[in-house]
Nanobody
Framework: QVQLVESGGGLVQPGGSLRLSCVVSGRTISVYAMGWFRQGPGQEREFVAAISSIGATITYADSVKGRATISRDNAKNTVFLQMNSLKPEDTAVYYC????????????????WGQGTQVTVSS
């Protein structure tokens, strides 16, 4: 059984930073693209970032471009999302997911999903 467990969320002040982690068990992530999504209060889930299986292709949503960095460590079956210059509108539950490609993840086509980690940006 494939499980994804996110961590690293919390309360941060505007302008602050967080590093989210997603550890995958049950299958090696080296065959998957990996992505991050978020769902804010009263909003639909939206794409944040995705990285291809060996990290050659990376794509970001316009809303986080320049402030987010996605990375992966296939040896540790882990994907990361570094978020800087956080804004109140970044407040959301952040989810990671596996996917067949960054293009399909960008369209929301995840295969396996985690339960999410809450990020709250507030002073």
């Amino acid at each position: 059984q494939v499980q994804l467990v996110e961590s690293g969320g919390g309360l941060v002040q505007p302008g602050g930073s967080l590093r989210l982690s997603c550890v995958v068990s049950g299958r090696t992530i080296s065959v998957y693209a990996m992505g991050w999504f978020r769902q804010g209060p009263g909003q639909e889930r939206e794409f944040v970032a995705a990285i291809s299986s060996i990290g050659a292709t990376i794509t970001y949503a316009d809303s986080v471009k320049g402030r987010a960095t996605i990375s992966r460590d296939n040896a540790k079956n882990t994907v990361f999302l570094q978020m800087n210059s956080l804004k109140p509108e970044d407040t959301a539950v952040y989810y990671c997911a596996t996917g067949p490609s960054t293009t399909q993840l960008r369209s929301g086509a995840g295969i396996y999903w985690g339960q999410g980690t809450q990020v709250t940006v507030s002073s």
